[in-house]
C-alpha cells in the first residue's frame, strides 16, 4: 500500500507561501489546500481583513471539522501527498499543531520587515499578533520537543535566491522523493486558491517560478518600526535553526 503523505507548511503572511504552494501543486503525485482555518479565525477573532464577510460564508468555519477533514482522506484521490499552507496566527480557537500528529511539519519564515512592508503596499495596518512570528516559534518549539531535533525550517529569501537546491533539501528533509517540476508552473489562478486570491495574489498569478527576491531593507514608519521589533527577537531565533545548503 502507497504512504500517505500530509505537510503541514506553517508560514506567516506575505512571505511567498502562495508560490511555495504552487511550487507543490506542479507535482503530479501532490495535491494542495490554501489556509483552510482562514475562515475560522475571521469568524473567531471578528478581525475585519478584506473580504472577510465573503471569506466567511464561502468556507467551513468549524475548527474541529476543519481539522478532521485535514486529517482525513486526500482531496484527489490518485495523489500521494496532501500540501497544506497553514497560517500559525490563525490557530486563534480550539485546533493547534499538537492536533496533526501524523503530519509532517515545515516553516517557511522571512524577515518582518520585508513582511510588514508588503502589508504597507496593501495599505493594511497589522499587529504584531496578526503576523504570527510568537505562534511560529512556539509551534518550532513543540517539533523540537516532541522529535529531539528541529523541524525543517527554510528562509523564504534563501529559496528565492537558491530555488533547487533548497527545494531539494526541503524534499530530503520532508522525506519525498525531489522532482524537478517543482522549480515552474504555468501563471494563473487555480481551483484550488483561496477566495481570496483576487485580493492577495495579484503579484504571484504572474509568476512562472521563484525569482530573486529584494535585498535592500525597506522603510518603516514609526509604527511599523515597533511591530518589526516585536517580531525580531523570534525571527532571529528561527534562523538560527533554519535548514541551509552544505558547501
Not at 525531489?178 to 484550488?192: C, K, N, V
Request: charged share 20%; proline share 7%.
Amino acid at each position: 500500500m502507497t504512504e500517505i503523505v500530509r505537510i503541514a507548511m506553517w508560514s506567516g503572511p506575505r512571505n511567498i507561501s502562495t508560490a511555495m504552494m504552487r511550487s507543490f501543486d506542479a507535482r503530479k503525485d501532490t495535491c494542495v489546500t490554501d489556509e483552510p482555518f482562514y475562515g475560522a479565525y475571521l469568524e473567531h477573532t471578528g478581525i475585519k481583513q478584506p473580504m472577510y464577510r465573503e471569506i466567511i460564508d464561502d468556507m467551513d468555519c468549524d475548527w474541529e471539522s476543519v481539522c478532521t477533514a485535514m486529517n482525513g482522506p486526500l482531496p484527489q484521490a490518485d495523489k500521494t501527498i496532501w500540501y497544506q499552507k497553514h497560517m500559525p496566527f490563525h490557530m486563534t480557537g480550539p485546533i493547534g499543531i499538537r492536533d496533526f500528529p501524523e503530519h509532517r511539519h515545515a516553516f517557511l519564515i522571512r524577515d518582518p520587515a520585508f513582511v510588514i512592508a508588503s502589508y504597507a503596499a496593501k495599505r493594511i495596518e497589522v499587529s504584531a499578533a496578526e503576523l504570527g512570528y510568537a505562534k511560529q516559534w512556539d509551534y518550532i518549539q513543540y517539533c523540537c520537543d516532541r522529535d529531539g531535533e528541529a523541524p525543517a525550517i527554510f528562509d523564504s529569501a534563501h529559496i528565492l535566491a537558491e530555488p533547487e537546491p533548497m527545494l531539494r533539501l526541503l524534499c530530503q528533509k520532508l522525506g519525498i522523493p525531489w522532482d524537478a517540476a517543482m522549480l515552474s508552473w504555468e501563471p494563473g489562478y487555480r481551483e484550488t486558491d483561496g477566495i481570496w486570491a483576487s485580493h492577495w495574489y495579484n503579484q504571484v498569478i504572474e509568476t512562472t517560478g521563484f525569482s530573486a527576491s529584494v535585498s535592500k531593507p525597506p522603510m518603516l514608519n514609526s509604527a511599523q518600526q515597533q511591530i518589526n521589533a516585536e517580531c525580531q527577537p523570534f525571527y532571529e531565533k528561527m534562523t538560527l535553526l533554519k535548514m541551509v545548503v552544505a558547501d
